[in-house]
DNA sequence: ATGTCACTTTACAAGTGA
């Protein structure tokens, strides 16, 4: 099985994009995060052509996460998932079924923020998140960033023990300084700072393992600015991450990042700041 | 700090968030 996690930062402007991601990779699910588009507005008729049934979280303008998957619904509506509201086992045609839907989480202190969407598919549960950005360490958002966080570790490590955990997304927080192009010269700045590592080893509790860095001691960027040339000065960070249960570590055979939906192309619109993060799993 | 991008608004530029 294979799973994408992709930052899109916005569907409605990557379309094509998105559409030759799934055709290059052929992912069972794809989890995506900053669509920025309402449920209403979500382009579901496009991905069902394409072979993908839309799981969406949505809002307008910001966030908005969704879960693609290989497949298609019996009935062919617009879908859209109430917050917070449990579905039975839903049949999806051809592939994967899904089941335990569900939109945010308990204690959220921003609860209006479509950040977070979950599914049990393919054997996992999976949960698929956007971290808040916190902006710099002396903004109001830095300390938002971190109940946040808080409140989501303490809901993850909840979480049943079977089906086993995968948590992937946009965590906006690098965890060691081989995820960073500058570590001196970024310690003290977001995603880099000893304060938001602390409170991603707290996310991860006993049970998360950073998959990734299990694999490989490498240096390896999963975002790089669209500012000063970040991409082709390589002047990245690694923050996009994939996070599971210790069972999951053994039957996972490769994950990478697809560097090559960040190089800027003529005959498409311009790239994500963020690659893919790609994991097959046996 | 800022060599960019996408979104919104009573919209044709400027503010916001990343």
Redesign the pocket.
């Known amino acids: 099985m294979r799973i994408i996690s992709w930052n899109i930062?916005?569907v409605?402007?990557?379309l094509p994009r998105l559409l030759a991601l799934l055709k290059r990779h052929r992912p069972d699910v794809l989890c995506l995060q900053?669509t920025?588009?309402t449920n209403q507005d979500f382009p579901e008729i496009q991905l069902s052509t394409a072979g993908y049934y839309s799981i969406l979280y949505g809002q307008?303008?910001?966030n908005g996460v969704a879960i693609l998957i290989r497949g298609q619904a019996k009935q062919h509506n617009l879908t859209t998932f109430p917050k917070n509201k449990l579905y039975a086992m839903t049949e999806v045609k051809n592939n994967l079924k899904f089941s335990e839907v569900s939109c945010g989480f308990p204690k959220n202190p921003v609860p209006d923020e479509a950040r977070v969407i979950s599914a049990c598919v393919g054997g996992l549960r999976l949960v698929n998140a956007y971290v808040?950005?916190g902006?710099d360490r002396t903004s109001d958002?830095f300390l938002l960033k971190g109940r946040w966080m808080e409140a989501f570790g303490n809901w993850l490590q909840n979480l049943p023990q079977t089906p086993p955990l995968l948590v992937v997304g946009d965590f906006n927080v690098a965890p060691y300084d081989c995820d960073v192009w500058d570590p001196k010269g970024l310690k003290d700045?977001i995603h880099c700072t000893p304060e938001e590592r602390t409170w991603l080893k707290k996310l991860q509790g006993q049970r998360l393992q950073d998959i990734l860095r299990t694999k490989t001691q490498e240096r390896v960027f999963t975002w790089w600015?669209?500012?000063?040339?970040g991409f082709n000065r390589d002047e990245g960070l690694r923050f996009d991450l994939a996070l599971g249960d210790k069972d999951i570590l053994n039957l996972v055979n490769r994950i990478w990042v697809d560097k090559e939906e960040r190089i800027?192309v003529e005959s498409l619109?311009?790239p994500s700041d963020h690659a893919p993060i790609i994991i097959d799993i046996n």
């Open positions: 930062n916005s409605r402007a990557r900053e920025k588009v307008t303008s910001y808040i950005n902006e958002k700045r600015p669209y500012m000063r040339g800027p619109e311009a």
